[in-house]
């Protein structure tokens, strides 16, 4: 049963400190989706990969957040400083095409 | 920027009622997404929709893409406890993977 992984699932840290996010892609999936959710703004597109180059990252804050893909199987998303308005569900998705999106289970972030 | 207007916010209903919800655009989409999440889950495709005037069915739920190209419909027929969730309508453009949610619909089912 190919799922997408990802980890940690739930984080709490203080502001000021690294953040790194991992998702493990379906295997053969060749585009990966990061997306933020959260109550006021719902979910939002953060950045996506196809064939680990980065496609999009407009709705990625570029000061402080970064997505990296270092190979097909791991995507990292990382925030550098945390702060408290960064605190929501991150979620990787991976697809084989255009419409078809999986989502993993999500990343709770808290930054204190 | 583009938005999707998704409605109704919620929705509180009995087991056994039929179930309508939609999703408008000011932007032509030619994709149209449904998706159903679950608490501390992501969201799971439900029905995907590629042509103007499409109708598809997916067991009990039945999605249309809209003539317009701007408009989209989710129906939920003979609701069961295990449809509560928030349902996400999404819309894709051609040549493009950006998909743009709108703010779901949370579905309560009571038995």
């Known amino acids: 049963d190919a799922r997408v992984t990802q980890t940690p699932r739930h984080k709490v840290t203080e502001m000021g400190q690294e953040v790194t996010m991992r998702c493990q892609p379906i295997?053969?999936?060749?585009?990966v989706f990061w997306y933020r959710q959260t109550m006021m703004q719902g979910l939002e597109l953060l950045a996506y990969?196809?064939?680990?180059?980065?496609?999009?990252d407009s709705g990625m804050p570029k000061d402080r957040f970064s997505a990296e893909m270092p190979d097909a199987t791991l995507a990292t998303l990382k925030i550098q400083p945390s702060e408290p308005r960064d605190s929501a569900v991150y979620f990787c998705?991976?697809?084989?095409?255009?419409?078809?999106?999986?989502f993993g289970p999500g990343t709770r972030l808290t930054v204190l | 920027g583009q938005q999707l207007n998704q409605s109704p916010q919620s929705m509180f209903i009995q087991e056994g009622e039929d179930v309508s919800m939609n999703c408008t655009s000011s932007?032509?989409?030619?994709?149209w997404l449904w998706y159903k999440q679950e608490p501390g889950e992501g969201p799971v495709l439900l029905i995907a929709?590629?042509?103007?005037?499409e109708l598809t069915s997916n067991g009990r739920l039945t999605a249309q893409f809209g003539i317009t190209r701007k408009d989209s419909f989710l129906n939920i027929s003979a609701s069961i406890p295990s449809d509560v969730g928030i349902y996400f309508c999404?819309?894709?453009?051609?040549?493009?993977?950006?998909?743009?949610f709108g703010a779901g619909t949370r579905l309560f089912v009571k038995a």
């Open positions: 998705a991976s697809g084989g095409g255009t419409d078809t999106q999986y």
């Open positions: 295997l053969g999936h060749n585009t």
């Open positions: 990969f196809r064939n680990r180059a980065p496609l999009d």
């Open positions: 932007s032509i989409f030619n994709t």
């Open positions: 929709l590629y042509k103007a005037g």
């Open positions: 999404a819309g894709q453009r051609t040549g493009g993977f950006k998909t743009i």
